[in-house]
């Protein structure tokens, strides 16, 4: 059972930067995919970005060129910066993990989930 923990949400005015940390409990957390997503009340966990194992990123497009994912193995921690934040940015952001190799912008490709932290961006 791997377990995931997020840190870094806060409140940042708009066009401000945050970085988001996923700390995983797994050694070998090396041969997993992860990716980063959000949920604002009464929507749907929506796909902001991922890095697979080999580190091939994607990203949405509504925070393409804005937001970096990265990861630091020797850390068992991945990031996502977030820079030139806007209003509609605010969300829970949650981590998430697996092994498989699959579609990684989808919900259903994860096994591991974080418990989310709360980014705010005021106008």
């Known amino acids: 059972q791997v377990q995931l923990v997020e840190s870094g949400g806060g409140l940042v005015q708009t066009g401000g930067s945050l970085r988001l940390s996923c700390a995983a409990s797994?050694?070998?957390?090396?041969?997993?995919?992860m990716g980063w997503f959000r949920q604002t009340p009464g929507k749907e966990r929506e796909f902001v970005a991922s890095i697979s194992w080999g580190g091939w990123t994607y990203y949405a497009d509504s925070v393409k060129g804005r937001f970096t994912i990265s990861r630091d193995n020797a850390k068992n921690t991945r990031y996502l910066q977030m820079n030139s934040l806007k209003p509609e940015d605010t969300a829970v952001y949650y981590c998430?993990?697996?092994?498989?190799?699959?579609?990684?912008?989808?919900?259903?490709?994860?096994?591991?989930w974080g418990q989310g932290t709360q980014v705010t961006v005021s106008s």
């Open positions: 797994e050694r070998t957390f090396s041969n997993y995919a």
């Open positions: 998430a993990a697996t092994k498989r190799d699959t579609i990684y912008a989808k919900v259903s490709s994860y096994d591991y």
